[in-house]
């Protein structure tokens, strides 16, 4: 049995799974908050029980030492021998990675190159790459990417209507993001609905402080909600979605802002905690709309209405839809999101049971029997799929 990390670095965090494989049981699961921070928090599952402790964490580097440390004093594993492999979350792998790729020189050098088009993210991915490299310098490291999914999008769905140039020039296209998660679902999906996922039309909704939607032809994403970045597409907690780009000059003119402290606004401070104006966390909106505050109704409605269109343009877009897949915080836990985004599809053959879409957190088919199309809720599973990953690459 061979122990496999998953590990997703931020730039003030770490999360990481340790899984037996190719059992895929969890043997731990925790996080490391507020690196670089005054009281760091680290917290660890240890058997049934939660190791929690805080100190300061200066930088990955601790963080990384900190984690490998408490692995063996708190008797997790015994030695740091035991670990086969790991697998990094990366958030962009432009159109240079359209898979999971074992990591060299030559890897790292690519991930590092593309931070221009990912500054946020690809740099704590880097970061945490090589601290745990240098940590457990004698097995593979493997990068995930959260685009990968999407290169299989045709051109009339990656390319924006600019000059052409802008694409061949700069890498201005879309290209997605979630793409672990979607295409976890969408396998899952194929399995639970015992049909072969080459001959499936998908629609999966992920749902979660970000968000975005992907339709899924024969396996391959086809088109997806978001963008050239994570900012694009439906109403998410803190991030706008589409908007119309001759906003951000006449924001800039109106406010005094510059432009990045308005692409600032609009990633931080707008979708339903701009709409709402006191949250981004749909648990606080749906309490307070349950007591008729009209903002928090109004960010429901807006964030559940962006899905439902997309649902009607991705189902005319692979004329026709074989099942609807909920995933991520809100998609497996809302029943009342679902129920708004699901309601008055029934023209293009959603049925789905009221009783049914109560039940949340597990998966389960939210359809009538006799729906021609399916809904099925499915919890997400990246640390899975990356996992997976670490096993198949590094044979
Ligand atoms: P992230 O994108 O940060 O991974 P998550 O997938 O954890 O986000 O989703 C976070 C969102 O899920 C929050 O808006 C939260 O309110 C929502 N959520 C989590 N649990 C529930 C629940 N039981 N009911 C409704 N919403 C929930």
Redesign the pocket.
């Known amino acids: 049995m061979a122990k496999i990390f998953a590990v997703n670095a931020g730039s003030s965090s770490l999360k990481f799974q340790l899984f037996d494989m190719p059992e895929e049981k969890v043997i731990t699961k925790g996080l490391i908050e507020r690196i670089g921070l005054k009281d760091s928090v680290f917290t660890m599952s240890v058997g049934t029980d939660r190791h929690k402790e805080t100190k300061d964490v200066p930088n990955h580097e601790e963080a990384v030492a900190l984690l490998l440390d408490r692995l063996i004093s708190l008797g997790v594993i015994q030695s740091l021998n035991e670990i086969e492999g790991v697998g990094h979350r990366v958030v962009h792998g432009g159109e240079v990675f359209s898979d999971s790729a074992l990591i060299d020189q030559d890897t790292l050098k690519k991930i590092e190159d593309l931070s221009e088009l990912a500054p946020l993210h690809n740099p704590a991915n880097v970061t945490g790459i090589k601290e745990f490299q240098k940590a457990l310098p004698d097995v593979p490291h493997v990068a995930v990417f959260d685009t990968a999914f999407h290169q299989t999008m045709p051109e009339n769905s990656f390319l924006y209507s600019l000059p052409y140039e802008y694409y061949k020039e700069y890498g201005i296209r879309k290209y997605g993001f979630h793409g672990t998660s979607h295409k976890y679902v969408s396998e899952r999906a194929a399995e639970l609905l015992e049909r072969p996922l080459s001959q499936l039309r998908l629609i999966s909704c992920?749902?979660?402080?970000?968000?975005s939607i992907a339709a899924i032809k024969n396996g391959k994403s086809l088109d997806t909600s978001m963008g050239f970045t994570p900012l694009a597409g439906v109403t998410m907690?803190t991030r706008s979605g589409n908007i119309d780009p001759a906003l951000i000059p006449y924001l800039m003119e109106k406010t005094g802002k510059t432009a990045d402290e308005v692409i600032d606004v609009l990633n931080k401070k707008s979708g339903?905690l701009g709409v709402s104006g006191f949250s981004?966390?749909?648990?606080?909106?749906?309490m307070e709309a349950n007591s008729g505050n009209h903002r928090a109704e109004l960010a429901l409605h807006i964030f559940a209405d962006r899905i439902h269109k997309y649902l009607g343009s991705y189902a005319a877009r692979m004329s026709g839809v074989d099942a609807i897949i909920f995933t991520?915080?809100?998609?497996?836990?809302?029943a009342s999101?679902r129920a708004k985004v699901l309601n008055g599809l029934e023209f293009m053959g959603v049925y789905w049971d009221p009783d049914l879409n109560k039940i949340?957190?597990q998966e389960v088919f939210v359809n009538y029997p006799h729906s021609p199309v399916k809904v099925i809720v499915i919890p997400?599973n990246e640390e899975i799929m990356i996992a997976r990953d670490v096993v198949r690459l590094s044979k």
């Open positions: 992920h749902l979660g402080n970000g968000a907690g339903m981004s966390d749909l648990r606080d909106i749906e991520a915080g809100i998609g497996e836990n809302s999101i949340r957190g997400t």
